[in-house]
């Protein structure tokens, strides 16, 4: 008799325990451009997708384990879903795809080994206490509407939701104020406005940004200047233009970056520092040193210019230190570098960690860390035609050749890379992708202690420095074990 009472007990827990699947889909304005190539259901449920210039996307809300079904109109011989250190396993019948879920993530679907037009599924955690429309402190942007903001100036202790199936088109702006939130699971465009940030906060504290899809940014995406205490979870960047960074972290501390998806034209995420507000030529400023930056469970996706995760070129800074990139997917670098460290100016840049971070596509090099003169170096050449003289045509896009004889000249504004870790990386499919590391010079401003532990090409660990393509000049104490 107990043991038949105690197989009760057990079966009830279990049903008290395994909840139902919940989805949550969002309709879309009227006017806004569907996908006709891709047709995406949620439980059976049509869930919209949206046509741009590089992809589709479809997202939503969900938990629990649900069915996701692809549909095309393209011939599907073959599918690939990344990042693929998610095992997900789908089948194709009948020209569809099926596959399920059961956690948030961020998904690329890539028909027939071509990665030209993805299809992108956004799957976000369901929202908790999501901002009332009645508050006063928060401006409500409903669903299924387009809204026309041209630029929003934000207030101290004010939220932004931006609710989902909601496009708000123009650019958000936040000048020295603190405990600000923009929120929801909608989108934010440039639309009109097409000389601006997409999102550009300045010396404030306290910063949530958090669910909202940024689509096609004109030039830097979403970019923390001079701010401190910032929170960035759960964002998803597709843009495509020239120059369209994913996230700058300019001058600012104490930043978390995590479950994100970025996708952009140059830099996905980057550290840079200078003081001052001044657009380009950038400010030659001295900014606040940068310290206590995490990102982590991350997507990256870096096109033709830039590079994906990157420290640099502008550091104009006593010290960078203490920046930790964990256990995140770099799906596609189509040139740059995967890991870069780009000193153009005088910082002290030490205490970096990648650890845990699977490289499924990196067409160009892998880790990249250098001191140099660049063209956006503070004593860089004034006259335009001497820096087209001097531009180097190398590994390194903006770098500038120093003469013979020129090095003492230039030496004074060049700065330090020390005690970089590199562990458990792993290259697992396409091109065997090289590496730099290189100082400005063999006596002060070498690159020194960088640690390469664990690093694997396409399933085997690499266990010195010619065997990873590494190339290394000016450089002391680089170990790979």
């Known amino acids: 008799m107990k043991k038949i009472i105690l197989f009760f007990c057990i079966s009830a827990l279990t049903f008290v325990v395994t909840a139902q699947p919940k989805v949550v889909l969002y309709n879309a304005p009227d006017s806004a451009i569907r996908a006709v190539d891709f047709q995406v259901k949620v439980n059976g449920q049509s869930c919209i997708a949206y046509l741009n210039e590089v992809s589709t996307i479809a997202y939503f809300s969900f938990e629990g384990k649900i069915e996701i079904e692809v549909g095309s109109t393209h011939d599907i011989k073959w599918v690939d879903i990344r990042p693929k250190s998610l095992g997900i396993e789908p089948v194709i019948k009948n020209n569809k795809i099926y596959f399920s879920i059961a956690k948030p993530c961020q998904l690329s679907v890539e028909l027939n080994g071509e990665s030209t037009r993805p299809l992108y599924i956004f799957a976000s955690p369901l929202e908790k206490n999501a901002p009332s429309r009645m508050d006063k402190n928060t401006l409500f942007f409903e ?20 609710e989902g199936g909601a496009i708000v088109r123009g650019v958000i702006e936040a000048d020295s104020v603190n405990n600000i939130r923009v929120l929801g699971r909608g989108i934010l465009e440039a639309g009109f406005v097409k000389d601006k940030r997409l999102m550009n906060f300045y010396q404030c504290e306290n910063v949530e940004i958090e669910g909202i899809i940024f689509l096609n940014s004109a030039t830097w995406t979403l970019v923390p200047h001079a701010c401190k205490n910032v929170v960035i979870s759960n964002i998803k960047i597709v843009s495509w233009q020239f120059g ?27 550290v840079k520092c200078w003081g001052g507000v001044e657009k380009y030529p950038r400010s030659p400023q001295k900014g606040a040193d940068v310290t206590d930056i995490q990102v982590s469970n991350t997507v990256f996706w870096n096109m033709a210019w830039g590079n994906a995760i990157d420290i640099g070129f502008e550091l104009r800074c006593n010290q960078i230190s203490n920046i930790s990139f964990k256990d995140c997917d770099v799906i596609h670098v189509d040139r740059g570098a995967v890991f870069s460290i780009h000193n153009g100016d005088y910082a002290m840049v030490q205490d970096i960690l990648y650890e845990d971070i699977r490289v499924e596509d990196a067409m160009h090099k892998l880790i990249d860390i250098a001191i140099f003169l660049s063209q956006y170096s503070i004593d860089r050449p004034s006259d335009n035609a001497e820096r087209k003289r001097r531009y180097k045509q190398g590994v390194w896009d903006g770098v500038l050749h120093v ?39 063999a006596q002060r401003h070498k690159v020194e202690n960088v640690l390469i532990e664990k690093l694997y090409i396409h399933g085997k660990r690499i266990k010195n420095l010619k065997a990873g393509r590494i190339f290394i000049e000016n450089a002391e104490n680089i170990k790979i074990k």
């Open 403 to 441: 003469y013979a004889g020129e090095e003492g000249i230039y030496e004074k504004n060049r700065g330090y890379i020390k005690n970089i870790t590199f562990r458990n990386i792993s290259v697992t499919d396409g091109q065997f992708p090289y590496s730099v590391i290189s100082g400005y010079d």
């Open 143 to 162: 669903g299924g509407k387009i809204h026309y903001v041209n630029t929003l100036k934000m207030q101290s202790n004010q939220t932004i939701y931006i």
């Open 244 to 270: 369209s960074d994913g996230i700058d972290l300019v001058a600012s501390s104490h930043v978390r970056v995590k479950d994100c998806f970025l996708r952009s034209n140059d830099d996905c995420i980057v």
